[in-house]
């Protein structure tokens, strides 16, 4: 055992976290030190009196850019380069985060997350300390906070001993490459609506068939594209 999964988080937000992460599967996991959260203040290294870290961008245009010199002195505190874990810059250009990706984090020993703030970062850090974009989705926040979180907790209850047996992820949506089945759970009759039937036959065969074709209709009718491409049919 090296130590726990360890996120460390650049912000000038420090305040935010752990929020959410700080309850539940993740809270408990982190009193429990399963996984460590190191937060580190961006604003520790700004310029002068005020201790400034952004400045107008060059080029003109509307808001203010995170300095490169600044988030760079943040980042080599935070991890030196002989840190083993990604760096990673929480970023609407990104990839967008997939569960496989998650599953590759959660299996190393953490991440280094920078979040941005304002316009964004300026673009020589990016490419001086090779930090990859991650995106959350194809929407844009008005920080790398909550992405950061969202990227931690989908992490964090992979980690071993975190979720129970029982719950252990490997039926989850997108594990197979396929949306999750329906849920279903007491009472057996709800404003008229029972619960089907195959699932309290106590068949375990016909309880998995049943799954799996919902799970596949679901899919088909929602996520199409998570479907292999079919082949072209041969004439
Ligand atoms: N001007 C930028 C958006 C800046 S939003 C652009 O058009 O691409 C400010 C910060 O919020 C970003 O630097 C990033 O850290 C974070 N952010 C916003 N949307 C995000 C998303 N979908 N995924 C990950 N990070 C995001």
Redesign the pocket.
Known sequence: MTGPWRATVLTLYPEMFPGPLGVSLSGDALARAVWALEMRNIRDHGEGRHKRVDDTPAGGGAGMVLRADILAAALDAAAPADDPRPRL??????APLTQARVRALAAGPGVVLL???????DQRVIDARGLEE???????????EI?AMVLIDACVRLLPGVMGKEESGAEESFEGGLLEYPHYTRPREWEGRAIPEVLLSGNHAAIARWRRAEAERLTRERRPDLLPARKPREE
Do not use: A, K, N, Q
């Open positions: 810059l929480m970023s609407p250009r990104g979040c941005g703030r304002f316009e964004g970062v991650v995106s959350i989705g194809d929407y844009v926040l008005s920080g790398g992405p």
